[in-house]
């Protein structure tokens, strides 16, 4: 059963940390992405990335940075947590977007920052 | 104004009964996808619709993919508890970007 796994379910941090969120997927997939997701607004783009160590900013990366050092793996990095990203953080994977094939999800993080 | 909307919003409904939820567009796209996304889970793909006009079936969800490739609809027959979750469409739009833009959704719940 293919997957994308997120490290953690459940996460709180304190105001100022620095957070990781790690995402790992089995499916060679060369697309990985990064999303919250946030009563009212959906899911919104952080970054994504199309190959090891290639990255791009989706639609809200400001205070987020990421990393993908190997093909399976795709971290999202908080510099210094504020409590307006407390949201649902979602990573997915996808073989080929422009051609339409969808994403695989994983089950999220649900990030509180106090 | 939003590029994507789904409707409606939020629909509370009893075992048994048919439901249609819609997404429409501004802009002609490529592709869509329908997710259903279950609390405190991922989204998870139910289906990739291609072709204007196209219609496909996956037990009792029929998705609808409008002729001119500005929006899509999701039928649900005799709805069940189990089809409870959050219905999101997402569409890649021609001559743009192939990351996929997200609706808000559509909240079904589906009460015994």
């Known amino acids: 059963d293919v997957k994308v796994t997120q490290s953690s379910r459940y996460l709180v941090k304190r105001t100022g940390e620095k957070v990781f969120l790690e995402c790992v997927q089995d499916?060679?997939?060369?697309?990985m992405f990064w999303y919250r997701q946030d009563p009212g607004l959906g899911l919104r783009l952080i970054y994504f990335?199309?190959?090891?160590?290639?990255?791009e900013k989706g639609d809200i990366p400001e205070g987020y940075s990421v990393s993908r050092e190997k093909k399976e793996r795709f971290s999202l990095i908080l510099e210094s947590a504020s409590t307006n990203q407390t949201s649902m953080y979602l990573c997915?994977?996808?073989?080929?977007?422009?051609?339409?094939?969808?994403?695989?999800f994983g089950s999220g993080t649900r990030l509180t920052v106090v | 104004t939003q590029l994507l909307e789904q409707s409606p919003q939020f629909l509370s409904i009893q075992e048994g009964e048919n439901l249609t939820v819609y997404c429409n567009s501004s802009?002609?796209?490529?592709?869509l996808q329908w997710y259903r996304q279950e609390p405190g889970e991922g989204p998870v793909l139910l289906v990739t619709?291609?072709?204007?006009?196209e219609v496909k079936k996956l037990k009792r969800l029929t998705f609808q993919f409008g002729d001119a490739r500005k929006d899509s609809s999701l039928h649900i027959t005799a709805a069940q508890p189990g089809d409870t979750g959050l219905y999101l469409c997402?569409?890649?739009?021609?001559?743009?970007?192939?990351?996929?833009?997200f609706g808000r959704g559509t909240s079904l719940i589906v009460h015994p």
């Open positions: 802009s002609v796209f490529s592709s």
């Open positions: 997402a569409v890649v739009l021609s001559g743009g970007s192939y990351i996929p833009t």
């Open positions: 997915a994977s996808s073989l080929l977007p422009q051609a339409g094939y969808g994403y695989t």
């Open positions: 619709v291609v072709t204007g006009g």
């Open positions: 990335s199309y190959d090891v160590k290639m990255k």
């Open positions: 499916m060679d997939h060369e697309n």
